[in-house]
T-cell receptor, first 112, second 114 residues
Framework: DAGITQSPRHKVTETGTPVTLRCHQTENHRYMYWYRQDPGHGLRLIHYSYGVKDTDKGEVSDGYSVSRSKTEDFLLTLESATSSQTSVYFC???????????FGSGTQLSVL | AQSVTQPDIHITVSEGASLELRCNYSYGATPYLFWYVQSPGQGLQLLLKYFSGDTLVQGIKGFEAEFKRSQSSFNLRKPSVHWSDAAEYFCAVGALSGNTPLVFGKGTRLSVIA
């Protein structure tokens, strides 16, 4: 299995608070992605990175920011969490584009 | 714009029966197609992929999928389902380049009954 770790695994927070989710990889893969998974919506891309300090928005990027200061870490930040951001968040990595994505185990985030 | 439609939200099959999960896509160029599986509480795992060549591709766990360009479809099949196949299945389409991320369908949840 690919070395990909998401932290925390579970988080409960209050509306209006900042939240940062971390994705850490030990594979030295170039590409990293953040998705959210919601019932009835499947997987939706939030942000992705194609290299250190190279990031771009996905289809549901509003309210989220990301940073990638080194190859192994990709951080997802909710500047001011809202209840609509309650979701399961998945990080994925890949070495050669879309050829094969490896997914983390997910972070369950609840915003109350 | 690229999109993926999985018409069936939930399918229930008996153990040992055959399975077909449907996937239709819309893509402006040569599509690269994927099926991923998600077991409960887990991340997604690649089942199989189609890039070019033989339109019938084999994957892990005994799954196969057939690319039909004329129907814009990439249906997933398995001749005999096992209880451990109960999971959610996602079809995805995109380019090979990671600079153009995959678009996933909304998923089909498979239940297996004895």
């Amino acid at each position: 299995d690919a070395g990909i770790t998401q932290s925390p695994r579970h988080k409960v927070t209050e509306t209006g608070t900042p939240v940062t989710l971390r994705c850490h990889q030990t594979e030295n893969h170039r590409y990293m992605y953040w998705y959210r998974q919601d019932p009835g919506h499947g997987l939706r891309l939030i942000h992705y990175s194609y290299g250190v300090k190279d990031t771009d928005k996905g289809e549901v990027s509003d309210g989220y920011s990301v940073s990638r200061s080194k190859t192994e870490d990709f951080l997802l930040t909710l500047e001011s969490a809202t209840s609509s951001q309650t979701s399961v968040y998945f990080c994925a990595i890949s070495e050669r584009g879309n050829e094969k994505l490896f997914f983390g185990s997910g972070t369950q985030l609840s915003v109350l | 714009a690229q999109s993926v439609t999985q018409p069936d939200i939930h399918i229930t099959v008996s153990e040992g029966a055959s399975l077909e999960l449907r996937c239709n896509y819309s893509y402006g160029a040569t599509p690269y197609l994927f099926w991923y599986v998600q077991s409960p509480g887990q991340g997604l795992q690649l089942l199989l992929k189609y890039f070019s060549g033989d339109t019938l591709v084999q994957g892990i766990k005994g799954f196969e999928a057939e690319f039909k360009r004329s129907q814009s479809s990439f249906n997933l099949r398995k001749p005999s389902v096992h209880w451990s196949d109960a999971a959610e299945y996602f079809c995805a389409v995109g380019a090979l380049s990671g600079n153009t991320p995959l678009v996933f369908g909304k998923g089909t949840r498979l239940s297996v009954i004895a």
